[in-house]
């Protein structure tokens, strides 16, 4: 079977998956990182009420035109307005964030006035109409649309809510994900190592994924090469999660029976990738739930839950399309060193990329890149993505980078 291109497998995967359609309102102190499943209009102006950009003089431009100098009627504060009426020749002492008193159409900074010994004030110049009111309505109006469903709610969008009034918004639900590992070389981590065991990395890692994303987890541990077991904590797995991810047994070696069970209780989308590393990565679909095969080599794991299964809970979350392309971007940087590359799969070297002393960006590679040596990764700051059809890269070419979201940040 021909290796699927990377960017194929993941149109494929994503045209499958469905958009989710469980939905709770929650309070917004309960909505971090989770996913707006409605659009939010404004139930009011912001601000709403006009008030003064600046700590001045609140004046009316005809009174000025005919004398530079104004008594003072009184003051204004932010929650505490001017209650009186201005009369002709007066001013009022405002504070920034205060209400503008009816009939004012300026306000005039402290800075570009002098105040006289009985207390009137004389001002440098005439303003400009309007000059430093903030206009009811002038940063959002009422009934506009201030955030899309499919938003992430975040620092950014969560505070904006809360300036609307808006104390609990409809929310997708949280994705529930069962992970297991397979393979009687694993141990857990925190137990000690026997001849020929290695420790679990890859679910200790996915787990560390899954809560960036904001996923309920289902940890199912450790399965040893037991088929019938396997199959029996697939059945149990899929009926209590919304997906499913395994690490290892996808590869082609006696003992790895996933591609086995998953043909027994559903169905296969794809199973091999033309990437490196990451050839061995399983999409498909049990009864109830989503399945997602990781290679067994801990950087292979990572790089294709970045690559594929990250976007895929996005669009399982509900995430809007705009906001899963955004998840990865791609700048151009010069290569610093020589880079080994053989030409048939799409290759992500892990790198690190700064800017010169010309203000252009350079990357280099960190460590080896095998799909085994995962400290590279501590050192790193971005993929350097190689095209399947290239071969190898030499000092001072272009070359693709992509750096790691908050996912690896």
């Not at 601000?47 to 004046?59: E, I, K, L, Q, R």
């Not at 005809?62 to 009627?73: M, P, R, S």
Request: glycine residues 8%.
């Amino acid at each position: 079977m021909a290796l699927l291109p990377l960017a194929e497998a993941l149109e494929n995967m994503l045209s499958r998956l469905p958009a989710p359609t469980m939905i709770e309102y929650l309070p917004l102190n309960e909505c971090a990182n989770r996913v707006l499943a409605e659009d939010i209009s404004s139930p009011i102006n912001v601000p709403n009420f006009d008030n003064s950009a600046m700590d001045g003089y609140a004046v009316r431009i005809a009174d000025l035109e005919q004398n530079l100098t104004l008594k003072v009627a009184g003051k204004a504060f932010a929650g505490n307005p001017f209650s009186g009426e201005l009369q002709a020749g007066e001013c009022v002492r405002i504070m920034t964030g205060a209400l503008v008193p009816k009939g004012v159409d300026a306000i005039v900074m402290q800075e570009e006035t002098a105040l006289n010994a009985d207390g009137s004030v004389t001002f440098n110049n005439i303003p400009k109409l309007g000059s430093n009111i903030r206009r009811i309505g002038e940063d959002i109006q009422q009934g506009a649309l201030v955030l899309k469903k499919g938003s992430l709610l975040n620092v950014a969008s969560l505070p904006l809510l809360a300036s609307l009034g808006i104390a609990s918004v409809p929310v997708f639900a949280k994705l529930k994900v069962a992970v297991l590992s397979t393979g009687d070389e694993l141990t857990s981590v925190g137990e000690p190592l026997s001849e020929g065991k290695i420790y679990d990395t890859n679910r200790f890692a996915v787990r560390l994924m899954l809560e960036k994303l904001n996923c309920e987890i289902l940890d199912y541990g450790i399965l040893p090469d037991d088929e019938a077991l396997f199959e029996q904590t697939f059945i149990e797995a899929q009926e209590k999660a919304d997906v499913v991810i395994t690490s290892g047994g996808v590869s082609v070696g006696e003992a790895d029976f996933t591609k086995t069970v998953l043909e027994k209780l559903g169905e296969i989308g794809f199973w091999k990738i033309a990437m490196k590393p990451g050839k061995p990565f399983a999409f498909g679909k049990l009864e109830n739930a989503w399945f997602f095969g990781l290679p067994g080599n801990p950087v292979s794991a990572l790089v294709t839950f970045y690559q594929l299964v990250q976007p895929a809970l996005a669009k399982l979350s509900g995430l809007s399309a705009d906001k899963i392309a955004n998840l990865t971007q791609n700048l151009t940087a010069c290569s610093a060193e020589k880079l080994k590359k053989a030409v048939g799969r799409q290759d992500f070297q892990r790198g690190y990329y700064y800017a010169n002393q010309q203000g252009g960006l350079e990357v280099r590679p960190i460590g080896s890149q095998g799909s085994h040596i995962f400290s590279a990764f501590n050192e790193s700051n971005c993929f350097i993505v190689l095209e399947a059809e290239r071969g190898n890269v030499e000092v001072g070419e272009k070359v693709t980078i992509q750096p790691f979201n908050s996912l690896l940040g």
